[in-house]
């Protein structure tokens, strides 16, 4: 590849080193702070070199993250890089990609737009939550990396007759393509989710699930009360063991004691949301996203 410049925000800086280790650069990490009342500061210490790469991750507290994402735009392309590709691994605000109710705005679209407006030709977002949203509300050239082998590697030899499951019709395509690289069997819950109040229930429906080992697989994990509720209907119907897999690590507060609580083995999921279950990293996964972008557009 040629020279180019990955730059990070602090929130990312790990990954964002995976990512210069696999494609050969070293990271700048940007100069940040925060003014007494409490507005956000970013500063490029270093010129571009060749393209820019961004890596800001919009995990918790997910609001000043992106604002942290759009200022450090703003910065890089008024020092005019050959192209400024944005990493953003996990895409905060990606489940309301519509108006469930009357009144509500679509958030993905104003996130989408805003990246695009504060300078990015390029976008990188890792299983985002409707990959369609991405063409519906982008120009630029984009890519949505799927960590579904760098998974399936992850539990590779570790389960028993497996079965993938998943929690709603939605995250289908997900477990189908973990499933497909463990050679497992998959299926999947129907699952509904109350717009006002956020309860979860699961439509009843008899699986192929005795004596077998379960790997749930998610986009994102926040409460744990998608997983937990599909980790006990399986259990109830006679599953050996219960994994959970989910790129996003967002866990609120009590998201691990309630699947631990609820019969699950081991939580694991990917390094887009720092966390102390976030053992798989998407990196090699952003890096093919990034050259095939790098093909299209350089
Ligand atoms: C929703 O459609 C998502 O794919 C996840 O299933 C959901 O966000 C998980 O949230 P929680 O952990 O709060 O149940």
């Known amino acids: ?62 609001d000043k993250n992106f604002v942290k994402l759009l200022l450090a735009l703003e910065a890089i392309s008024a020092l005019k890089p050959e192209g400024l590709f944005v990493v953003v691994p996990y895409l905060a605000y990606a489940r309301q990609d519509k108006r469930f109710l009357e009144g509500e705005p679509i958030s993905v679209k104003v996130i989408l737009r805003s990246i695009e407006a504060a300078g990015a030709t390029g976008l990188v977002v890792v299983d985002v939550h409707k990959p369609s949203a991405l063409s519906e509300h982008l120009s630029i050239p984009h890519r949505n990396a799927m960590p579904s082998r760098e998974v399936a590697e992850y539990f590779k030899g570790r389960l028993r007759s497996p079965l993938v499951l998943a929690p709603d019709a939605g995250a289908l395509e997900r477990a189908k393509s973990v499933a497909e690289h463990l050679s497992a069997d998959y299926d999947y819950l129907v699952k509904e989710r109350d717009r006002v109040t956020g309860e979860v229930r699961v439509q009843p429906k008899s699986m192929d699930v005795q004596g077998r080992d379960v790997l749930i697989v998610d986009d994102v994990i926040s409460t744990g009360g998608t997983v937990a509720l599909a980790a006990s209907t399986v259990l109830r119907q006679g599953a050996s063991r219960v994994f959970a897999a989910c790129t996003h690590a967002v866990m609120v507060k009590g998201a691990l004691d309630l699947m631990m609580s609820s019969g699950v083995e081991e939580v694991v999921a990917t390094d887009t949301v720092p966390s102390p279950v976030s053992r798989i990293t998407v990196a090699p996964a952003i890096v093919e996203a990034l050259k095939s972008l790098f093909d299209e557009v350089l």
């Open 1 to 62: 590849m040629t020279t180019m410049t990955v730059y990070a925000l602090d929130s990312s800086n790990g990954l964002a080193a995976r990512i210069g280790r696999a494609i050969g650069d070293r990271v700048v990490l940007l100069e940040g702070k925060e003014f007494p009342d409490g507005e956000s500061y970013v500063r490029v210490p270093q010129r571009p070199e060749g393209p820019a790469i961004l890596v800001a991750s919009l995990h918790p507290p997910q």
